[in-house]
């Protein structure tokens, strides 16, 4: 019977010391995507929405890392405390980035509309322009027209479409911001509710 306690013993140590190292490596391996992602620093909106929305796609390998870690260090209650801790902060942030990831979405919206406004608005004045010059004499008013109108749809398609994409990307990453934030504060309460005697194996008589 002691040899099976102790062989029971072995095994969740080595299962630990596997979820530790994996653990890390998912923690590790997300702060350096995130910090190659966010150099050069900017203060526009598009490189915040950017930024976040890799954030979002990859917080999942976050919530993952953190998750082993917390069952490699489960018996250890201080460590479990501060994880716990850490996880609550990183999820109440996630769901604040929702709020941020609305705003910095309709903001670039907004911008997106009003330069495929302008560009268009650039090429009808080029269109107007060209009824005048004496080198467009062959070229009918009918055509002038047409060419307007295909502006003016073309304008329209590609605001329709940059509404599409950017509400698209909001939705998914508010989604997973959503998602892996109540993970983690799920992740953080159970830590700091538990008695740290999960995992340790039973000793047999």
């Keep these: 019977m002691v040899s099976i306690s102790n062989q029971i013993s072995s095994s969740s140590f080595g299962s630990q010391v596997l979820c530790r190292i994996v653990g890390l490596a998912c923690i590790?391996?997300?702060l350096v995507?995130?910090?190659v992602l966010a150099l050069p620093p900017s203060a526009g909106a598009a490189w915040r929405v950017g930024i976040l929305q890799q954030m979002g796609d990859r917080?999942?390998?976050?919530?993952?890392?953190?998750?082993?870690i917390a069952y490699s260090v489960w018996e250890i209650s201080q460590i479990r405390k501060i994880?716990?801790?850490a996880a609550l902060s990183i999820g109440v942030l996630f769901l604040l980035f929702c709020?941020?990831?609305?705003?910095?979405?309709?903001?670039?919206?907004?911008?997106?509309?009003?330069?495929?406004?302008?560009?268009?608005?650039?090429?009808?004045t080029?269109?107007?322009?060209?009824?005048?010059?004496?080198?467009?004499?062959?070229?009918?008013?009918?055509?002038?027209?047409?060419?307007?109108?295909?502006?003016?749809?073309?304008?329209?398609t590609l605001k329709q479409n940059a509404k599409t994409t950017i509400t698209r990307a909001s939705i998914a990453s508010t989604s997973n911001f959503v998602v892996v934030g109540i993970g983690l504060?799920?992740?953080?309460?159970?830590?700091?509710?538990?008695?740290?005697?999960?995992?340790?194996?039973?000793?047999?008589r």
């Design 99 to 124: 709020i941020l990831v609305i705003r910095d979405s309709l903001m670039l919206q907004s911008q997106t509309l009003e330069n495929i406004g302008q560009q268009a608005a650039e090429l009808q």
């Design 83 to 85: 994880l716990s801790y």
């Design 185 to 204: 504060i799920s992740l953080g309460r159970a830590s700091m509710t538990s008695s740290g005697t999960a995992g340790r194996p039973r000793q047999r």
């Design 28 to 30: 590790v391996g997300f």
């Design 126 to 156: 080029q269109v107007e322009e060209s009824r005048t010059n004496p080198d467009a004499a062959s070229v009918t008013n009918e055509q002038f027209e047409q060419a307007t109108q295909q502006i003016n749809a073309q304008a329209e």
């Design 59 to 68: 917080s999942i390998i976050l919530l993952f890392g953190i998750a082993l």
């Design 33 to 35: 995507d995130m910090t």
